[in-house]
C-alpha cells in the first residue's frame, strides 16, 4: 500500500517532468532560463506570468511595475518615503522574491548588489525586492534583444572593480 504523500510526490514528479518537455518548446523559455536563479519551474512562471507578446511592454519601467518590484515614491511636503508598489500582479510577486533569493547564490553580481543595499541600510526584504527589480530589468533586456543572459553585461560594475 502507498501512503499519501508518497503518492503525491509521484504525482508531482509527473507534473514536472511535464512542464519541463512543455516549457521547453517555447521561443523565450532558453532566454528566460539563462537568467540566474530561473530554473524549469520558476522560469515558466515567470514566463507565464509576464506573458509572451512582445509589444506588451514598452520598456523595462513597464515591467517592472508591472511586476511589482519598482517602488513607489510618495512625497509630501518636507517627508519623502518609498514603499513597495501594492498595485501589481501578486503571482509575479511570489515569483520574484524566489528568483531574488536563488539568484544569490547564482550569479556574483547579484550578491554584490544585494550585498550593496544591506550595507546602505536595507532590510533583507528590501535588498531582494530592488535585487528583484534588477534581475525584472535584465530580463526585459535580454527578451528585447533576444540574447541569453550574461554575467558581465548584466553587471558591468565587476568588470570596473577587477
Known amino acids: 500500500m502507498t501512503f499519501p504523500l508518497c503518492r503525491f510526490n509521484e504525482q508531482v514528479g509527473a507534473l514536472e ?8 518548446a517555447h521561443p523565450d523559455a532558453a532566454i528566460v532560463q539563462s537568467l ?33 518590484t519598482a517602488p513607489v515614491t510618495r512625497a509630501s511636503g518636507l ?13 509575479l510577486v511570489d515569483a520574484c522574491y524566489p528568483w531574488a533569493f536563488a539568484a544569490l547564490t547564482a550569479s556574483p ?13 536595507s532590510t533583507h526584504h528590501q535588498a531582494l525586492r530592488a535585487l528583484g527589480n534588477r534581475l525584472v530589468g535584465v530580463l526585459h533586456g535580454c527578451l528585447a534583444r533576444r ?3 550574461q554575467e558581465q553585461v548584466a553587471w558591468p560594475a565587476a568588470e570596473a572593480a577587477a
Open 147 to 149: 540574447v541569453a543572459y
Open 36 to 68: 540566474p536563479g530561473l530554473g524549469v519551474m520558476l522560469g515558466a512562471r515567470v514566463l507565464g506570468e509576464f506573458g509572451d507578446d512582445p509589444h506588451r511592454y514598452q520598456s523595462a519601467k513597464g515591467r517592472k511595475a508591472f511586476a511589482g
Open 17 to 24: 517532468q511535464q512542464l519541463a518537455a512543455r516549457s521547453g
Open 109 to 121: 553580481g547579484a550578491r554584490r548588489c544585494y550585498d550593496a543595499h544591506r550595507a546602505r541600510g
Open 79 to 91: 517627508r519623502t518615503t518609498v514603499v513597495a508598489r501594492a498595485a501589481c500582479n501578486q503571482r
